[in-house]
């Protein structure tokens, strides 16, 4: 459980786990203490005479525990419930070493001390599924009893500090076994989400470019019949076309964000796929003053794809890589056959590069590192990559550059 995440839900579930804690605590803590120090003595033959404020702490000892309880109150009302397990775990350590030192140290008699909320301490640890705890709960109950019996000189600590170990990769192993629990539930919660997310993103999509598709197709062809009949008038108009072609761009990832097409796989040659790609965006190259350089370990065998989806896939990664080159610099196209039937592509630039924590956010919907990105070619370009069984994978340095690689499987 994340302690430094105050999300209301996770505060509650704290409280409800400290809560129980300390019924058991003060339940297990007392009752055993009574019998072993006061009723056990008495139904012993010998008679043995114990006075609990002679021995150790004495009736201190249960000042010093039960003071910790107001304290634990406090902190679970004002909405921190996460600090409590720690007050108690190092107080009774504190408390229990000085009440065994006030017994035992200086005397003849075998060390045989502790009490059965030791074995709670350790036990009910995974229930806080919290590791940082887990440590401190088991190196703790270790740590008292070698401690103990270094200043002792006693050897009978070993058996309680073996039983520690003991309990201890139990406990190790339930709580990883909650961990893992608790991330699948959270791994499918975030699924839904991301389905539910691209559910409602879909809906909106689909009727953006529907409204949007009509019109754009009515001026971008009265524009260019204007350019046509007066060529030397006006020199905005290849500046308008460009930019009807950039809105009509983002309308395609809407629509296909909206109503995604059915793949049709056929055999298709990935060079020719390149091939074509490079010369869509030739012009784009040429305006940001960017070489392009195509590395192609031949020959390639055919792939298994929808020929048009991989095209869109690449022109949206090599634009991606010009326009992260407002100055001009080199693009580096490769294209190569892996082991066990796979494909490599990968796009290789000297633009600015992308940080670390921005990478992990990649094909979101609406997240872009440009200042006029939509964020929805990359979220189309995963789309389709998985469609075909693939992956994309982004490595990047700042100031040096990024490189994109996509990986298709191929099936002869």
């Known amino acids: 459980m994340n302690e430094g995440i105050k999300n209301p839900k996770l505060i509650f579930e704290e409280r409800k786990a400290i809560i129980l804690f300390l019924w058991l605590f003060n339940l297990m803590f007392y009752s055993f203490d009574i019998f072993y120090n006061h009723i056990r003595p008495k139904l012993n033959i010998e008679k043995s005479k114990f006075d609990p404020d002679e021995a150790g702490l004495g009736i201190w000892l249960y000042i010093l525990v039960i003071s910790m309880l107001p304290v634990a109150i406090y902190f679970i009302k004002k909405g921190n419930p996460y600090i409590v397990k720690y007050i108690y775990i190092i107080g009774y350590i504190c408390i229990d070493i000085i009440d065994i030192l006030m017994r035992y140290l200086g ?20 229930i806080f599924v919290n590791k940082k705890y887990f440590w401190v709960v088991s190196l703790g109950m270790i740590g008292k009893e070698l401690l103990l019996g270094f200043i002792l000189q006693d050897i009978n600590v070993v058996v309680p500090t073996v039983i520690y170990v003991i309990l201890s990769v139990i406990a190790y192993i339930l709580l990883i076994r909650f961990n893992s629990y608790i991330n699948s539930l959270t791994t499918v919660y975030e699924e839904l989400r ?48 460009q930019e009807i072609d950039r809105i009509n761009s983002i309308v395609n990832d809407l629509m296909y964000l909206g109503k995604p097409r059915s793949i049709q796989f056929e055999k298709a040659s990935i060079e020719e796929i390149i091939a074509y790609t490079l010369s869509i965006t030739q012009q784009q190259a040429e305006g940001h003053q960017v070489t392009v350089e195509t590395l192609i370990a031949g020959p390639l065998p055919p792939i298994d794809c929808d020929e048009k989806q991989l095209k869109q896939v690449f022109i949206n990664l090599i634009k991606n890589a010009i326009e ?47 200042k006029d990105g939509t964020g929805l070619g990359l979220m189309v370009t995963n789309q389709i990559i998985s469609e075909h069984k693939g992956e994309v994978t982004f490595k990047s340095n700042l100031e040096k550059g990024t490189k994109v690689e996509v990986v298709l499987p191929i099936n002869q």
């Open 194 to 241: 991301q389905k539910e997310k691209l559910a409602v993103i879909g809906q909106m999509a689909a009727a953006i470019g529907h409204e949007i598709r009509n019109p754009l197709s009515s001026l971008r062809g009265f524009t260019q019949l204007q350019q046509e009949r007066y060529p030397n008038t006006n020199d905005f108009y290849p500046i308008m076309i």
């Open 324 to 370: 992260s080159m407002p100055e001009g610099g080199m693009v580096k196209i490769s294209v190569k056959v892996l082991e066990k039937n796979k494909m490599s592509v990968s796009i290789l630039d000297e633009g600015d590069g992308i940080a670390d924590e921005d990478i992990l956010n990649l094909g979101e919907p609406f997240f872009t590192t440009k």
């Open 107 to 126: 005397t003849n008699t075998p060390y045989a001390a502790g009490n059965i909320v030791e074995v709670l301490f350790v036990l009910f640890s995974p």
